[in-house]
């Protein structure tokens, strides 16, 4: 009934929130008309504190319009160039631009809509040709349309890579670091002509033995049926996907939240004394990242038990007993496929060496085909977003790709 409690609660606040957003709206009607004070500003303040505790189960906007190339601004065109019930693969297209480097940004499936990679292709897109794996929340998946779990994770990658053809680059950012290597070593195997130029693995768990995290930790001290019981819920009948088995987006939301909950309070006591103080563009960052932040969508039941079980609890793939619909993956298959791992120096949730891990499963790629880079003073999502990954980071994966083509 975990679900179901979730819901109602939700259903519950809805009406004060949506007060609090009006009221918000109207202390700014009366700041834009000089009638403020330092009553209304707190007012204001903690309306919209109110109006931002509660989660949204919709995709936000990438906000992606335009990209500057050179010395022009040129219009950028969402486009869905394949689709399945459970992920659009989506392009983010620029108009009249030259040929480029064709990128396949594989967003991770934790909790968090693809949209936690805007900062990751914003930075891309001058100089390379994005494509997303823009996962569906699945309590909007009929139950009529299967099961998803690695497999189907897996056979979706491929798909995709086969859609854009010979010559493309495949990134996967956290958690799909395993299934993209394992699609990578299929695809190799069986000799399909779509292989990548060159893969990057960024911040993922390809070896958990490595200097294991909380979150590590938590994963298996547990049996797999513990998760199962205590996890895994049902969708409720009023959405399209009722009765679908799910890991809740809330309840991976609440796990991250309270490694750092001392930080988000922080942030929250600093939203209001920015708002109290006249200080709009910092107040305006914060809300701006809690909205992303809590915009949360469900996982299939399959999916993140078979995750919890065989990559964090069992360790098949760095053991060699990684399997997709009965066939071993055999990482040392790739040859064709450069590697590059990169890892923040200060990451808790995929520690340093976890990533780096591949490089001793891709055996029969060369030397001079791979390349590793720790990046320091930067957590798990400094590796793809902030100042450190445009400035450091990105440079070294645009030259990576640059070198492997």
Known sequence: MIYQLYQAHSDMIAPLRAVARLAVCRLNQVKAENLDDSVTRRFAALCEIVSHL???????SYGIDTVQLGNRTVEVVEEAVDKTPFCTLLHFRKVDAPAQSQVLLVAPLSGHFATLLRDTVRTMLP?????????????????????FGLDEYIEHLIRFLEKLGRGAHIIAICQPAVPALAAVALMAQDGNPAQPSSMTLMAGPIDTRV???????FAIERPIHWFEQHLIGFVPFRFAGAFRRVYPGFLQLAGFMSMNLDRHLKSFQDLYQHRVKGESEKAAAIA????????????SAEFYLETVQKIFQQHELPLGKFAFRGRTIEPRAIRRTALFTVEGERDDICSVGQTLAAHDLCTGIRPYMKRHHVQTGVGHYGVFAGRKWQNQ???QLRDFIHASE
């Open 54 to 60: 509660g989660l949204t189960h919709h995709r936000p």
């Open 127 to 147: 100089e390379h040709d994005v494509y997303l794996t823009d996962w569906h929340n699945v309590r909007d998946v009929a139950m009529s349309h299967g099961r």
């Open 211 to 217: 200097n294991p995290t909380k979150v590590n930790e």
């Open 288 to 299: 701006t990242f809690y909205e992303e932040y809590f915009a949360v969508m469900d996982l």
């Open 393 to 395: 980071i990105y440079p």
